[in-house]
């Protein structure tokens, strides 16, 4: 059984304020919530007796099919929402692992295209995303079923992305930064380094001003259409393309 309290405090953590306070968020189906409890333990789960009796070395608490919906955020709840602790997204300079590829967002501000974009990260092994202060929360219940468990495997940080792009240039000047732009060189033509960071920026807008200075390495993924095309692609879309070339390459 689950309390209407409970519920309201489980609906407060659609809110970043809410998620703040409790230091919690929230995770549903067996999909998300299993790969988040294979990396650490939930603070508290809610199941339905289907999800208890395969999952019994788990704690939890049954709840009835009706107690699931209406403390769900899907519009079809799956068998189990859980609450998790946020983890520790203290910035630091060296989570930046230089010998290897990292995502940078610059804005980013669609909770699918966020959730889309750490699945990828995920999918083409890139560990790290730093996001700028106003990328959105990738803890938003949206985002999160967006990973499709892919959260539990990708380490997210937010930083004032300009601070540690310059600090990062200061200490290795040649140190490769790509960003994808209008005015850039052709990605099947480029020389693609196996480490460096991969800028994306913002949905309507593109990488900043303040950011785009600086971007060592300009890509642009070509149409093939001749003529009218599309103005640009989506940014999730522009992701998968970009990682999927690099790691042809490498």
């Not at 602790?85 to 980013?108: F, Q, R």
């Not at 890139?126 to 990738?138: M, N």
């Amino acid at each position: 059984m689950i309390s209407k309290n409970k519920i309201k405090e489980i609906k407060s953590l659609e809110t970043k304020k809410g998620r703040t306070l409790s230091g919690l968020f929230v995770a549903e189906g067996p999909k998300v919530v299993g790969d988040l409890l294979r990396r650490g333990d939930a603070a508290e789960i809610y199941a339905t007796r289907e999800w208890m009796e395969s999952n019994s070395r788990y704690e939890a608490t049954e709840i009835t099919a009706d107690e699931l919906r209406k403390a769900s955020f899907l519009q079809h709840p799956q068998q189990v929402i859980a609450l998790f602790p946020l983890p520790d997204i203290s910035t630091k300079t060296d989570i930046i692992d230089t010998d290897s590829l990292s995502i940078a967002l610059d804005g980013v501000q669609d909770p699918g295209n966020l959730g889309t974009i750490i699945r990828l990260a995920d999918w083409f092994d890139i560990d790290t995303i730093v996001c700028s202060r106003d990328t959105a929360d990738a803890w938003n219940p949206k985002v999160v079923q967006a990973t499709m468990g892919s959260i539990a495997r990708v380490r997210i940080v937010y930083t004032e992305l300009r601070q540690l792009l310059e600090t990062i240039l200061t200490a290795n000047p040649s140190y490769p930064i790509y960003g994808t732009l209008l005015d850039g060189n052709n990605i099947y033509d480029e020389n693609l380094s196996h480490n460096g960071i991969i800028v994306m920026g913002n949905e309507g807008n593109g990488i900043s001003q303040e950011i785009r200075s600086l971007v060592n390495h300009r890509l642009l993924i070509p149409t093939f259409r001749r003529g009218d095309s599309a103005e640009s692609l989506n940014v999730a879309i522009a992701t998968a393309i970009t990682c999927s070339e690099f790691r042809r390459r490498n």
